[in-house]
């Protein structure tokens, strides 16, 4: 027990100081930006076209244009050629993405292959999302007073108390996603590749040993349109030592499904699939996490408000429960309330694995959401405190009226009510953690020349939104590669076109 709380203090000092920093890193940005119409003119070269792209060398690959690979590849290009690698398209031009009047849209009616958002849903028969757009999962997250003490106004810290954090949209309402920072990267030595998906890893043998060393990648066109495949290959500079790195930053459903698709996983697993076993590393797709949310509607009936995010969040019962309320749009002319909460530090681990070799299909994911008794039981706790929430006197002055009685008694009624409604907070992680998957520099054990850098390294995601640790995780592990390779005599490799 005092070992588990000492790794959880531990872990929430980490996130405050790195949500602080990823607070001025993002202020940084948005200072570069000081009209909505200057958004996205400074990136770097973009294309669809997997020819141009088809052959080409370059220092590192980085596969996934999300929040954690975006900050990384901007601070690669400092010193190296970079490739970014993305299954989704651009945010820029799409109001669905930028505007805040649209909040929540995407996650309307996502489909197969174009929509920013693509729907799935876990072995749990719990519905959730993931990000299919340069920015990834930034470019989908989402006002209350939760009536929880004290209150501490603005603020960046993981405080316990009613808080407001910050947000996404500027004071035009415009959206800043991930994909923003790439303009403080050096244009010259990024090219990104749109809606291509990467469909396995390169390697080749190391005549020194067993290790398998990485020479590229695979991808094909995320349209669906055909299955050709391409290829994209790592610059070879005479000494070996210096070479650069495939780094998956997918997410936590991406990264450990290309890794199966690559080979390297549960060697019974992949034997099912057909798929050659490169490595036999039994913690890919382990220990996957979803912190299980739970909802209730404010409001009686939908409405015609403003879609709008939540910003004014609620931090209780030691850091475990974490309130917010927001508008969603249920359909393009009405809205509800939710007030919902999610469960920090969750018991219940699940599993990911392969449904088809198809990359573009989702892994099959179940996270064995309140599985764990102890995860029942305190989920029974987050619907008495929501009830409470939803019949506080701000949310009563908000609706305008007295707000929708969803009064449970009995303990067996909390219960079943968890069972049926649990849901995501979209806050899923693991299945490619440190220590079983990389080591502690998001090394693959085992491989040479691949990293992991996102989510699905997390054991934990404590935080409010793990968005911003996810963007200083991409950024200073860029910072490390870059200053472990200073004293190497190999320079920048510019892209080839």
Same mark, same amino acid.
Not at 109 to 118: H, Y
Not at 368 to 379: M, P, S
């Given at each position: 027990?005092?070992?588990?709380?000492?790794?959880?203090?531990?872990?929430?000092?980490?996130?405050?100081?790195?949500?602080? =920093?990823?607070?001025?890193?993002?202020?940084?940005? %948005?200072? !570069?930006?000081?009209?909505?119409?200057?958004?996205?003119?400074?990136?770097?070269?973009?294309?669809?076209?997997?020819?141009?792209?088809?052959?080409?060398?370059?220092? +590192?690959?980085?596969?996934?244009?999300? =929040?954690?690979?975006?900050?990384?590849?901007? =601070?690669?290009?400092?010193?190296?050629?970079?490739?970014?690698?993305?299954?989704?398209?651009?945010?820029?031009?799409?109001?669905?993405?930028?505007?805040?009047?649209? +909040?929540?849209?995407?996650?309307?009616?996502?489909?197969?292959?174009?929509?920013?958002?693509?729907?799935?849903?876990?072995?749990?028969?719990?519905?959730?999302?993931?990000?299919?757009?340069?920015?990834?999962?930034?470019?989908?997250?989402?006002?209350?007073?939760?009536?929880?003490?004290?209150?501490?106004?603005?603020?960046?810290?993981?405080?316990?108390?009613?808080?407001?954090?910050? =947000?996404?949209?500027?004071?035009?309402?415009?959206?800043?996603?991930?994909?923003?920072?790439?303009?403080?990267?050096?244009?010259?030595?990024?090219?990104?590749?749109?809606?291509?998906?990467?469909?396995?890893?390169?390697?080749?043998?190391?005549?020194?040993?067993?290790?398998?060393?990485?020479?590229?990648?695979?991808?094909?066109?995320?349209?669906?349109?055909?299955?050709?495949?391409?290829?994209?290959?790592?610059?070879?500079?005479?000494?070996?030592?210096?070479?650069?790195?495939?780094?998956?930053?997918?997410?936590?459903?991406?990264?450990?499904?290309?890794?199966?698709?690559?080979?390297?996983?549960?060697?019974?697993?992949?034997?099912?699939?057909?798929?050659?076993?490169?490595?036999?590393?039994?913690?890919?797709? %382990?220990?996957?996490?979803?912190?299980?949310?739970?909802?209730?509607?404010?409001?009686? %009936?939908?409405?015609?408000?403003?879609?709008?995010?939540?910003?004014?969040?609620?931090?209780?019962?030691?850091?475990?429960?974490?309130?917010?309320?927001?508008?969603?749009?249920?359909?393009?002319?009405?809205?509800?309330?939710?007030?919902?909460?999610?469960?920090?530090?969750?018991? !219940?681990?699940?599993?990911?694995?392969?449904?088809?070799?198809?990359?573009?299909?989702?892994?099959?994911?179940?996270?064995?959401?309140?599985?764990?008794?102890?995860?029942?039981?305190?989920?029974?706790?987050?619907?008495?405190?929501?009830?409470?929430?939803?019949?506080?006197?701000?949310?009563?002055?908000?609706?305008?009226?007295?707000?929708?009685?969803?009064?449970?008694?009995?303990?067996?009624?909390?219960?079943?009510?968890?069972?049926?409604?649990?849901?995501?907070? +979209?806050?899923?992680?693991?299945? !490619?953690?440190?220590? !079983?998957?990389?080591?502690?520099?998001?090394?693959?054990?085992?491989?040479?020349?691949?990293?992991?850098?996102?989510?699905?390294?997390?054991?934990?995601?404590?935080?409010?939104?793990?968005?911003?640790?996810?963007?200083?995780?991409?950024? +200073?592990?860029?910072?490390?590669?870059?200053?472990?390779?200073?004293?190497?005599?190999?320079?920048?490799?510019?892209?080839?076109?």
């Amino acid at each position: 027990m005092e070992t588990g709380r000492t790794r959880m203090e531990l872990t929430l000092i980490i996130y405050r100081y790195v949500l602080f =920093t990823a607070f001025l890193f993002l202020v940084l940005v %948005k200072l !570069s930006h000081s009209f909505p119409s200057t958004q996205g003119k400074n990136l770097p070269y973009l294309t669809s076209d997997v020819e141009e792209v088809s052959g080409k060398s370059f220092d +590192y690959i980085v596969v996934g244009g999300g =929040t954690a690979g975006c900050p990384l590849a901007a =601070t690669l290009s400092e010193r190296f050629s970079v490739l970014v690698i993305e299954r989704g398209g651009s945010p820029y031009g799409n109001p669905l993405v930028s505007d805040k009047m649209y +909040y929540g849209f995407p996650l309307i009616q996502p489909d197969e292959f174009s929509s920013v958002a693509q729907s799935f849903v876990s072995k749990d028969g719990v519905e959730s999302h993931r990000g299919r757009v340069l920015g990834g999962s930034s470019a989908i997250n989402g006002l209350l007073e939760a009536g929880i003490l004290p209150y501490n106004g603005f603020s960046m810290e993981h405080i316990e108390g009613t808080k407001i954090g910050g =947000t996404l949209f500027d004071e035009y309402g415009i959206r800043h996603t991930s994909a923003d920072l790439l303009e403080i990267g050096n244009p010259e030595n990024i090219i990104v590749l749109l809606n291509a998906t990467v469909k396995n890893i390169i390697f080749h043998v190391n005549g020194k040993g067993n290790e398998s060393m990485v020479r590229g990648v695979r991808f094909i066109k995320s349209d669906g349109s055909t299955s050709q495949t391409y290829e994209a290959y790592l610059n070879q500079p005479e000494n070996s030592s210096s070479w650069g790195d495939v780094i998956l930053s997918a997410g936590a459903l991406g990264s450990p499904q290309i890794l199966l698709l690559s080979g390297i996983g549960p060697e019974k697993h992949l034997r099912n699939f057909g798929i050659p076993l490169v490595l036999d590393l039994k913690g890919v797709g %382990k220990e996957m996490k979803d912190n299980p949310g739970i909802a209730l509607l404010a409001d009686t %009936k939908p409405t015609h408000r403003f879609p709008d995010a939540p910003q004014v969040a609620g931090i209780t019962k030691d850091m475990k429960f974490i309130v917010e309320g927001g508008i969603v749009p249920i359909s393009f002319n009405a809205t509800r309330m939710p007030i919902a909460i999610k469960l920090a530090f969750p018991e !219940s681990k699940g599993t990911l694995e392969l449904n088809s070799t198809d990359p573009r299909q989702n892994p099959a994911v179940e996270f064995h959401y309140l599985e764990k008794e102890k995860d029942l039981e305190e989920c029974t706790k987050m619907v008495q405190l929501l009830n409470k929430i939803a019949g506080s006197r701000s949310v009563v002055l908000f609706l305008g009226k007295e707000p929708q009685n969803n009064l449970m008694s009995s303990q067996d009624e909390l219960r079943n009510f968890c069972k049926k409604n649990v849901r995501t907070y +979209y806050h899923y992680h693991g299945g !490619s953690t440190v220590g !079983s998957v990389v080591d502690d520099d998001y090394k693959v054990h085992g491989i040479k020349g691949l990293r992991v850098i996102d989510g699905s390294t997390f054991l934990e995601s404590p935080g409010t939104n793990p968005m911003a640790t996810v963007l200083m995780l991409g950024r +200073y592990q860029g910072i490390k590669i870059v200053r472990e390779r200073q004293n190497t005599s190999v320079s920048c490799s510019p892209p080839q076109l």
